[in-house]
């Protein structure tokens, strides 16, 4: 979750199609990606867009004209279960694009405590997997597992071909959808040596003041759970698996439980083999599903 190279989210209407921008927190710049994972998930809604007006930030006003408002993916439930009548809300950490917009995805946003780039274009692998496809599939397969237990799913972005949003809109997006739980799937940039997931949980800031003991039982819930994908506990950030940061958007403006997860480390060999396989990725998205479904149910 380190934010070195920032981007910022873009999305427009470009020639009739939809047209977006996104980056991640590594800064490492992704310029290669793999196609885009297809799922049963057939209900998933393409997002528009429309012009956020300026708008007034705990650092001052700021001109937000450049930055579109992306409006959330929403995929109702597949079948009955016990997840019945409850909102889960998915953000897949940055987009496929965003390496191609650095003049956007390098614009400032307020966090809810100090400025950070709109966004970054994420960390990949050494061989050039990029987590912003990695996000996005375990985002897919999470959001049909959820589906099928009852649940409505709320994604902050369609497909891993755009840019953006930006990491306070897709905040906001969740928010508005009056989501029950929330989590930001991502992987981490770390040292090659340090190998690992890692859970990081808000820090009370004022915004978020009211769900920061529901967040930590939900970390405490994803801790348990990712455990059985054979990803280890990180031996290189935070303690026992979890982190405090105060310093994100999607933790510091979250108005429902919400945590962060780092799966594993993309610049370690052994994580990296992990986290690229299709197989991890479905154990990585049923371990979500089942600490959702123990936070929500419990």
Known sequence: ???RYL???VVALCGGGLWAVSTNHHGERSASNTGILTTSSSTTSVPTTTTQPVAQSANGSRDTSWEPVAIPVVNPPTA????DGKVVGIDPGHNGMNYSETSLINQLIWNGSGNESCDTTGTETN????????????AQYLAVDLQAEGAKVVLTRSSNSGVGPCIDQRATMLNNAGANVSIDIHADGGPPSGRGFTVLEPVADGPNNAVIGSSAQFGADLVAAFQATGMPLSNYDGSNGVAQRNDLAGLNLTTQPKVLIETGNMRNGTDASMLESPVFQQS???AMAQAITTFLTQ
Do not use: T
Not at 80 to 83: D, F
């Open 1 to 3: 979750m380190k934010r």
């Open 7 to 9: 981007l910022v989210a």
């Open 80 to 83: 009955s279960g016990v997840l």
């Open 127 to 138: 061989d050039g997997y990029a987590e912003a496809q990695f996000n996005f599939n375990v």
């Open 284 to 286: 990585a998205a049923a």
